[in-house]
């Protein structure tokens, strides 16, 4: 029998808040400034009107790190955040978050039949194909928890997604017309 050590997992850590319908309420009684795809440079983190909030997300985080074993899991926070109100007919290109350690994705409005959050693998791709993917076969079950090349997350509201900054992501095509607003975070220690 084979044992496993899990080494190089992309962890990817998940909530959700009990007060979101707060939240929204607060949200869409502000007029923000949008640009690009829905992008606004609203600072969340900064906003007392979104205090709770803030302080469970930070909660998520240090727990996050803590079990990540960082040395330094006390002394996180937001350094910046900002609103992205996607809009239909867009999508967010594969990126990932420099310069930071934690970023974290909170679906503040959201339809879970909306685009998903990609997370691609950091591991790239395997020339010597083991495990004889054709072309086509890109969604068939050829895949477990070791081989995966990406996840897709839905977007439920009130769902919080932590992830190391260096995992790059992106978002699927937008279809539907319900909005689809996320507030992004990005964290370091002090």
């Known amino acids: 029998m084979i044992k496993y050590d899990r080494w190089f997992p992309t962890v990817i850590g998940y ?6 319908e707060e939240i929204k309420k607060i949200f869409l009684d502000i007029d ?3 640009r690009g795809i829905g992008f606004s440079k609203f600072e969340i983190h900064k906003d007392e009107r979104f205090k709770d909030l803030n302080l469970w997300i930070n909660d998520c985080v240090r727990y996050y790190v803590m ?8 002394t996180y926070e937001a350094k910046e955040s900002w609103v992205v109100d996607m809009k239909k007919n867009t999508y967010s290109d594969l990126h990932a978050h420099p310069g930071y350690t934690i970023s974290c994705v909170y679906y503040a409005i959201a339809n879970e039949e909306d685009a998903g959050t990609i997370f691609k693998s950091p591991i790239g791709p395997d020339m010597k194909n083991p495990l004889n993917i054709k072309v086509g076969d890109a969604h068939k079950n050829h895949y477990m928890e070791f081989t995966y090349p990406q996840c ?3 977007p439920v509201q009130g769902n919080l997604l932590i992830f ?4 790059k992501h992106s978002t699927d095509y ?3 017309d319900d909005r689809r607003v996320i507030f ?3 964290f370091d220690p002090c």
């Open 184 to 186: 992004s975070y990005n």
């Open 164 to 167: 190391r900054s260096y995992n």
């Open 67 to 74: 079990d990540h074993k960082f040395s330094n899991w006390k």
């Open 32 to 34: 923000l400034e949008y």
């Open 174 to 176: 937008k279809t539907i």
């Open 15 to 20: 909530s959700n808040y009990e007060k979101h």
């Open 152 to 154: 897709v997350y839905r």
